[in-house]
């Protein structure tokens, strides 16, 4: 088995969604454990943040000038179409909890 870092971006569910998000993101994570696909469930990343660039810039994190990155998990599966397979029914791309997206990258072992 490989493993895959789910980038959960953008997404903002609305308030009145939220607790059903919530129930069906936990049934979600449940069901890839159950069936050995989660390496590390992940979080929520909370606000805030340092943004490093090359030459020693630092500048504080803001979601409105990019990519606003919400969470991640690693997940296990045998290839890359097996990793997409189990993306698809992530509630992060459930229209009526808002516009969200998963990056889904291979993690190379060293």
Known sequence: MAQFLF???EGDTPPAQMEASMKDW???I???GAKGHLAQPGAPF???????SQGG??????????THA???????AK????????AKD??????KYGVGTIEIRPIVAM
């Open 70 to 76: 919400t969470g991640y998990s690693v997940i296990e």
């Open 7 to 9: 980038l959960y971006v």
């Open 30 to 32: 449940e069901k890839l």
């Open 79 to 86: 290839d890359l179409a097996e990793a997409t397979a189990l």
């Open 90 to 95: 992530c509630p992060q791309l459930n229209p």
């Open 57 to 66: 810039g630092v500048k504080t994190y803001d979601p409105k000038t990019g």
């Open 46 to 52: 909370g606000d805030g943040g340092k943004v490093l």
């Open 26 to 28: 936990t049934a979600w």
